[in-house]
C-alpha cells in the first residue's frame, strides 16, 4: 500500500491543467480551460478543467473528478497506476518495494512485466549478440543512438526461452507472462513469442509500455517481416497510435499530424527534426485513432509510400477522418519511395517543402486518382464517382460539401445537380438509417405532468441551495454592518426545518453539517476521495459551471455584471426561499386532494387549518419574494 503521506503530497504538487494538457488541447475560457471531450465524439467543447478547485468536468459523458479520476478515465489507469505517474511526473517517489506481482491488479502486474520486457531488451542490445546483429543493423539503416533511447528499441536474442527465464527469475507469474502476449504455449511447453528480432515498444500516452512491434533482421525464410503483440486486457491496436506519447506536444504545438504507415517511417522523420509524427502500424485509419489524434488538433497530414496498393489500402477508411469533422491532406511519394527513405536522401527541409508542394485535399486525390486511372473505364469510372460523392456526404458542414461538389464537378466534368442528387440521397438514407422514433405525451395524464413539474422545480431550488453549499461553504459575509458569519452557518441554520427530498444532497448536507460540528470547514476536495463514492459525481457536478460571464464585459465595455460572489447572503437566501416556496406548494396540493376526497359532512377541522396556515406562509413567503399568488 502507499502511504497516505505520499498520495497527499502528489495531490498537493500536481496541476489538474498541467495534466489534462498532456492528453487534450486545451484552450483557456475566462477562469477556466474548455476542450472537445476526450472521452466521446463531439464538435462543440463540453470538456472544462477548472485550475481553481483542481477539478475536470465533460458535460457530455457526466464525468469529472481530480488528475487522479481523470487519469484512470482517459487511461484507463488503475488508482495505484495514476498515483505513480503523478509521483514520477511531479518528483514524489513512490515506494513499491514491497509490491507483490501476483496480488496486484491484473492491468498493473501487465504494465510491469512489459516494462520489465522492455528493460531486457534494451539491455540486450549492448550485450556480445545484440551488438553484432542489432546495432549494426540500425547503424546500416542510420539510426542515431538518440533515436534509440528516445523510442526505446531493444533487441530479442536469438534464443527460445530467454525473456521467459529472465522474467521467471525475477518471480513473475508464468500466466501472467502469458496474458501479457510475450511467451506461446504449446503442449505445456512455453516459449518466448520474440526471438531475434529487433523490438519496438508501443507506449501508451502516459509513456508506459502496452506492446511491442517486432522486425526480423536475420534472412529466414517463411518467417513474417513484422511480429506484432497480440491484443490484450491493456493492447488494442486499433486503440493505439506508434509514437503519439513522444510526438503529442509537437503535435498540439504545431497543429498538425503527420501519419505514416510503419515504426521505421516514424522514427526516421523524428531524426530529421520533423517530431508531429505517428503511425498507425500498417493498418486503415480507425474512428479511435481519428479520436486520439482530435484530442491535441483538428489537421492531419497523411503521408503514402508510393506504391499503389499501400494507396488503395490506406485510402479505405478515409471517410471517418471527414465524418469526423477533421482536415485532411494527402501526399503521395514518387514510385519506390516512402517517408523513410526520402528522409534521409534529402533532410528537414527539402522534405517539408516537398510536403507543402504535394500536399492535396482527398477529394481532389481521389478526383486525380480516378483521372489517371480510370479514365477510360466507363463501368470503373462510375463507381469511383459514386466514392467521391459518399466521401463528400461524410463532411458534416453544408459549405465546405458545396465547395467540394463544385471542384468535384469542374474536374470530372459532370454536372453539379447530377452530383448533389446522388449524395442528397446518400445524405436522406443517413438520416433514416440514424433516425429515433419520436416520444409522444399522454394527454390523459395531466395531473401526473403537474406533479412532476412541482417535483421538477423542488428538485432544481434543492439543486441551487446545495450548489451554493459546494461552492461557497468556506466564503462568509457581512450581516449586520461590519460584523462577519460564515456562510455554512448561515446556511445550516436557515434550511434546519427543510427536509430534502434528494437523498444524495442531504447526504451531501449531512457531510458539511458533521464537519463543521468538529470546527472543520471543507471544500469540493473532501469528497474526491474514494470514501464518497455514491455522492462524489453530484458534488463535481454541483461545483462545475459549463458556462461564464466574459470578461471583456468589464475589461473592454466598462461594464460590470455582478457574480453571485457578490450578493452571497442575498443569493442564498432566496435561492432557500424558493425551495420552501415549492415546498409549501406541495403540501398545499397535497393537503387539497384531501380535502376532496373528504365529504363536506365529514371534514376533517384539522386539514382544513393546516390548509389556511400553508396558505398563509405561502403568501409570506410570495411577499418577501416579490411573487403573486392566490388566497
Excluded at 60 to 66: A, H, L, P, R
Excluded at 148 to 156: D, L, M, N
Excluded at 323 to 342: A, C, H, R
Aim: charged fraction near 30%.
Amino acid at each position: 500500500m502507499i502511504e497516505e503521506s505520499v498520495i497527499q503530497e502528489i495531490k498537493d504538487r500536481s496541476d489538474i491543467v498541467e495534466v489534462v494538457g498532456d492528453f487534450v488541447s486545451l484552450k483557456k475560457s475566462g477562469s477556466n480551460y474548455k476542450a472537445l471531450s476526450p472521452f466521446t465524439d463531439e464538435k462543440t467543447p463540453s470538456f472544462f478543467v477548472s485550475p481553481s478547485k483542481q477539478i475536470f468536468k465533460c458535460f457530455s459523458t457526466g464525468k469529472g473528478g481530480d488528475s487522479i479520476e481523470f487519469l484512470r478515465e482517459v487511461e484507463s489507469m488503475t488508482y495505484v497506476e495514476a498515483i505513480k505517474f503523478l509521483g514520477e511526473k511531479y518528483g514524489v517517489e513512490v515506494d513499491e518495494s514491497e509490491q507483490d506481482y501476483n496480488v496486484n491488479n491484473e492491468k498493473e502486474s501487465l504494465l510491469i512485466i512489459l516494462n520489465k520486457s522492455k528493460d531486457f531488451y534494451k539491455d540486450n542490445l549492448n550485450s556480445e549478440e545484440g551488438k553484432s546483429i542489432a546495432l549494426s543493423y540500425l547503424e546500416h539503416r542510420e539510426v542515431s543512438e538518440d533515436m534509440i533511447e528516445k523510442f526505446e528499441i531493444g533487441y530479442s536474442l536469438d534464443k527460445w526461452d530467454s525473456l521467459l527465464q529472465y522474467l521467471s527469475k525475477n518471480k513473475f507469474n508464468k500466466d501472467q507472462i502469458l496474458k501479457a502476449g510475450l511467451i506461446l504455449e504449446n503442449n505445456d511447453k512455453k516459449y518466448d513469442r520474440f526471438r531475434n528480432r529487433l523490438m519496438f515498444p508501443i507506449h501508451n500516452i502516459s509513456g508506459k509500455v502496452i506492446a511491442f512491434g517486432a522486425r526480423i533482421i536475420s534472412e529466414q525464410k517463411n518467417q513474417p517481416k513484422y511480429v506484432n503483440s497480440p491484443e490484450t486486457p491493456l493492447y488494442v491496436k486499433s486503440n493505439v497510435l506508434y509514437g503519439l506519447y513522444q510526438s503529442k506536444n509537437n503535435i498540439r504545438k504545431l497543429d498538425n499530424c503527420i501519419l505514416v504507415e510503419g515504426y521505421t517511417d516514424v522514427i526516421s522523420l523524428f531524426q530529421i527534426g520533423v517530431e508531429n509524427v505517428v503511425s498507425s502500424s500498417g493498418t486503415s485509419l480507425t474512428i479511435n485513432q481519428i479520436k486520439l489524434i482530435s484530442r491535441y488538433t483538428k489537421n492531419i497530414t497523411i503521408l503514402f509510400d508510393g506504391d499503389k496498393a499501400g494507396i488503395d489500402a490506406s485510402l479505405r477508411g478515409m471517410d471517418l477522418i471527414l465524418e469526423n469533422d477533421m482536415n485532411v491532406k494527402i501526399v503521395s511519394f514518387p514510385e519506390g519511395e516512402d517517408p523513410d527513405s526520402y528522409s534521409k536522401a534529402v533532410g528537414k527541409n527539402k522534405f517539408l517543402e516537398y510536403i507543402d508542394s504535394n500536399e492535396t485535399n482527398l477529394i481532389t486525390f481521389k478526383v486525380d486518382l480516378l483521372n489517371s486511372t480510370y479514365k477510360d473505364d466507363p463501368v470503373k469510372k462510375s463507381e469511383m464517382i459514386f466514392d467521391i460523392v459518399k466521401s463528400i456526404s461524410k463532411i458534416p458542414n453544408s459549405i465546405k460539401r458545396s465547395v467540394f461538389i463544385k471542384e468535384a464537378s469542374n474536374s470530372l466534368e459532370i454536372t453539379e445537380q447530377a452530383l448533389i442528387t446522388e449524395m442528397n440521397k446518400l445524405l436522406i438514407n443517413s438520416e433514416n438509417k440514424f433516425s429515433q422514433p419520436k416520444a409522444y405525451i399522454n394527454l390523459d395524464k395531466k395531473e401526473s405532468l403537474k406533479k412532476d413539474e412541482i417535483s421538477s422545480a423542488i428538485n432544481f431550488y434543492e439543486r441551487e441551495c446545495v450548489r451554493m453549499l459546494v461552492n461557497y461553504g468556506t466564503s462568509d459575509f457581512e450581516v449586520i454592518g461590519l460584523d462577519r458569519k460564515s456562510f455554512i452557518d448561515y446556511f445550516l441554520n436557515e434550511i434546519e426545518d427543510i427536509e430534502f427530498e434528494n437523498k444524495n444532497y442531504l447526504k451531501i448536507i449531512e457531510v458539511f453539517k458533521n464537519e463543521f460540528k468538529k470546527n472543520r470547514v471543507i471544500d469540493i476536495n473532501h469528497f474526491l476521495d474514494g470514501k464518497y463514492k455514491d455522492i462524489k459525481e453530484d458534488v463535481i457536478d454541483l461545483s462545475a459551471n459549463k458556462y461564464e460571464i466574459s470578461k471583456q464585459w468589464k475589461d473592454k465595455f466598462n461594464i460590470h455584471v455582478s457574480d453571485e460572489i457578490d450578493s452571497l447572503k442575498k443569493t442564498t437566501y432566496t435561492n432557500i426561499l424558493r425551495l420552501k416556496f415549492r415546498l409549501i406548494r406541495k403540501m398545499i396540493k397535497d393537503n387539497m386532494q384531501n380535502l376532496s376526497k373528504s365529504d363536506m359532512v365529514n371534514i376533517d377541522r384539522e386539514t382544513i387549518e393546516l390548509h389556511s396556515k400553508l396558505k398563509s406562509a405561502e403568501i409570506e413567503i410570495a411577499k418577501q419574494l416579490g411573487n403573486v399568488t392566490t388566497v
